[in-house]
Nanobody
Framework: QVQLVESGGGLVQAGGSLRLSCAAS????????MGWFRQAPGKEREFVAA????????PYADSVKGRFTISRDNYENTVYLQMNSLKPEDTAVYYC?????????????????WGQGTQVTVSS
C-alpha cells in the first residue's frame, strides 16, 4: 500500500498557473508509476497524466498536453503536476494515484492507491 497526500490546489484566474504536489509514503516509491486524475462536478473521474518510475514515460490527456507537466522526485517521494495556461474547464478535484502497472494507465481500474484530492478552481 502507498499513502498519498495532495497539496497545492486553490483558486486561480484563467491563464494562471498552479503546481500540485503529492507526497507518497509506504511502499517503495521509486518503482511505482504515479499519476494524476481529475473529477469535475457531475462528471466522471478522468485521466490527466502519468509518469513511469524512472520518468522515461509521461503520457498526457489531449486536453492538457502542452499546458501541464508531470514530474517526480524519487528522493523526496513526491510527484508534481505543473499546470500552466489554466482554463475554467480545468476546474475539478485533482487526485494523485499510484500503481505497479505500466500499461492501461488511462483507466481507473489500473490504479491501486488514491489520495484524498485537492480542489482546483479556475475563474474566467
Amino acid at each position: 500500500q502507498v499513502q498519498l497526500v495532495e497539496s497545492g490546489g486553490g483558486l486561480v484566474q484563467a491563464g494562471g498557473s498552479l503546481r500540485l504536489s503529492c507526497a507518497a509514503s509506504g511502499r517503495t516509491f521509486r518503482r511505482i508509476t504515479m499519476g494524476w486524475f481529475r473529477q469535475a462536478p457531475g462528471k466522471e473521474r478522468e485521466f490527466v497524466a502519468a509518469i513511469s518510475w524512472n520518468s522515461d514515460s509521461t503520457p498526457y490527456a489531449d486536453s492538457v498536453k502542452g499546458r501541464f507537466t508531470i514530474s517526480r522526485d524519487n528522493y523526496e517521494n513526491t510527484v508534481y503536476l505543473q499546470m500552466n495556461s489554466l482554463k475554467p474547464e480545468d476546474t475539478a478535484v485533482y487526485y494523485c494515484a499510484a500503481t505497479a502497472r505500466v500499461y492501461g494507465l488511462t483507466t481507473l481500474v489500473s490504479w491501486d492507491n488514491w489520495g484524498q484530492g485537492t480542489q482546483v478552481t479556475v475563474s474566467s
